[in-house]
């Protein structure tokens, strides 16, 4: 006479007389279900249908179990509908009550006119590789310079449009067309913005003949450094807001961040002339004394821990409204208010 197998993942019938050690693939685990994912614990195998985890095979060998499990023990329940004494329905092992921590008290926004405080920061060695490299590289053109002071024959106008070159000093005395403003791409057309004569073949864009007359220059001229906006972004943790700014080989002996409890100044340098300014009037409040500026090969990170354990709406608080614009509320207000009384 076949019985059922009970055990787990088998569900075959047998006979008890002829019941093999290997006879049974079985799970020896527990059904394990978890992020919507469904497994057994005894098996590494996942799947997100309960079909599929029905039909998962077993991974123990055994002989087949004709003992039926038993049942979860249920609370007894009266004919009345009333459960036994509370007592007996405690569960038999001890309680831990474990309560929430207190809520902290709000923090009161600092004044913006406390004194600022230059940031700590770290320089990583990917960034001072890169240094050493660009101080070669530049090392290298300066002598080179040096070396060759004489303007030597093929070197092309530096000025914008021009196509000329140097074959001579008698070169110096012919008249440089020159466009005076800078090259715009936009939306597939390319053009000069001093005379707007717009293209869309590129060729014909760097042949366009100059508008403005003048010397030519042999030379690039020495700006100093340039003042360029640069590509930022930001994220915050339960604790920090970490502001990172994208601009490659930064000087470390340059830059720094200088940091009330409510503003950051950002001033950088990098890629030798160009600067990065910027202010930040904070949306929340930082510790400065915990807040570091991490300095690397492409980017800088400005890792500020925040006062209170909060989650920023923003990075930057907004400016307030000009006082027009809140009289004109006010009135706004005053005139609806009236009409609700009037009604």
């Known amino acids: ?69 038993p049942e979860p023990v249920k609370p007894d329940v009266t004919s009345s509908g009333e459960k ?36 700590q920061h770290k320089v990583s060695t990917s960034l001072k590789q890169a240094l050493e490299r660009l101080k070669l590289s530049e090392n290298m053109a300066k002598e080179k310079e040096e070396d060759n002071d004489e303007i030597k024959i093929g070197t092309c106008c530096k000025n914008g449009g021009c196509t000329k070159s140097f074959d001579g000093p008698a070169c110096d005395s012919d008249v440089c067309l020159y466009h005076s403003g800078f090259p715009i791409f936009h939306e597939g057309m390319k053009y000069w913005s001093c005379c707007k004569r ?50 490659k080989n930064a000087v470390p002996e340059l830059s720094y961040v200088e940091a009330n409890s409510t503003t950051l100044d950002i001033h950088i340098i990098f890629e030798g002339e160009k600067e990065f300014v910027q202010k930040i009037s904070l949306w929340g409040v930082i510790d400065v004394s915990k807040s570091i500026l991490n300095m690397m090969a492409a980017k800088i990170e400005i890792a500020t821990k925040k006062s209170e354990p909060m989650t920023w709406a923003r990075l930057d608080l907004p400016p307030p409204p000009p006082p027009k614009e809140q009289e004109e509320k006010r009135k706004e207000k005053g005139e609806s208010e009236s009409e609700d009384e009037d009604e």
């Open 84 to 119: 036994k004494d509370s007592d007996d329905q405690k569960p038999k092992f001890n309680e831990y009550i474990i309560s929430a921590p207190k809520p902290q008290e709000a923090i009161c926004r600092p004044s913006a006119d406390e004194p600022m405080v230059r940031l």
């Open 198 to 247: 717009k293209t869309s073949d590129f060729n014909t864009f760097l042949s366009q003949e100059g508008c403005a007359k003048g010397t030519h220059l042999w030379r690039k001229k020495d700006t100093g450094k340039k003042v360029v906006p640069c590509r930022s972004d930001w994220h915050q943790t339960g604790s920090q807001v970490i502001i990172s700014i994208y601009a």
């Open 1 to 69: 006479m076949s019985v059922l197998c009970y055990n787990t993942g088998c569900g075959q019938r047998f006979d008890p007389e002829n019941n093999p050690d290997d006879g049974c693939t079985y799970h020896s685990g527990v059904p394990v279900f978890h992020d919507a994912l469904k497994g057994w614990s005894c098996c590494k195998r996942r799947t997100t249908d309960f079909s599929d985890f029905l039909s998962i095979v077993g991974c123990t060998k055994g002989p087949h179990n004709k003992e039926k499990p």
